[in-house]
């Protein structure tokens, strides 16, 4: 089974901030790695797909890169409505999400 | 529009049987997947198992043995069965469409006596 760690597991910053989250997989999964946004009581939301691919009505600010074992979610400029928990999911093979990566306002 | 919604006991005994359902609407489950996921409270989700539209079964090996997919189409509805609960598998559960873009609310089970 591949498996996915995700890091920082809690970041602390400051509006306006690039905020940067990392997920490895064990193995290639090729472009196949989602990233979602979830908010307190709330079931998780997709932000990209398929490494870069920006989800319908999700800000400019989000973007995704990566490709083989190694992505990244950015956020370019961090706004308050974006503290919230992020968490990818590969699914080349399966599906297994990350561990998750809290972020917050410093 | 696009909905899934999950329903079921929110208190289940350990060593019991666990079984939710998903009613979706907005869309046909012959047409589209549904996945099972589960959270455990602050960590991430986990994905538990698959309604293919042909009505075919994935499920984690993790969970394999335990676990049961089924569905009703004139329904609508999928169907989760999962048995031997201990307390770790406490945590809320969501259905989800292929492509993960639609969830429902999520139920929250709690495996205690």
């Known amino acids: 089974d591949i498996q996915m760690t995700q890091s920082p597991s809690f970041l602390s910053a400051s509006v306006g901030d690039r905020v940067t989250i990392n997920c490895k997989a064990s193995q290639n999964i090729n472009k196949y790695l989602d990233w979602y946004q979830q908010k307190l009581g709330e079931a998780p939301k997709l932000l990209i797909y398929n490494t870069n691919s920006l989800h319908t009505g999700i800000p400019s600010r989000f973007s995704g890169s990566g490709s083989g074992t190694d992505f990244t979610l950015t956020i370019s400029s961090l706004q308050p409505e974006d503290v919230a928990t992020y968490f990818c999911l590969q699914h080349n093979s399966g599906w297994t999400f990350g561990g998750g990566t809290k972020l917050e306002l410093k | 529009q696009v909905q899934l919604k999950e329903s079921g006991p929110g208190l289940v005994q350990p060593s019991e049987t666990l079984s939710l359902t998903c009613t979706v609407s907005g869309f046909s489950l012959t047409s589209y997947s549904v996945s099972w996921v589960r959270q455990p409270s602050g960590k991430g989700p986990e994905w538990m198992g698959r309604?293919?539209?042909?009505?075919?079964?994935a499920y984690n090996s993790a969970l394999k043995s335990r676990l049961s997919i089924s569905r009703d189409t004139s329904k609508n509805q999928v169907f989760l069965k999962m048995n031997s609960l201990q307390t770790d598998d406490t945590g809320t559960y969501y259905c989800?469409?292929?492509?993960?873009?639609?969830w429902g609310q999520g139920t929250l089970v709690t495996v205690s006596s």
């Open positions: 309604m293919w539209y042909d009505g075919d079964t």
């Open positions: 989800t469409r292929e492509g993960f873009a639609y």
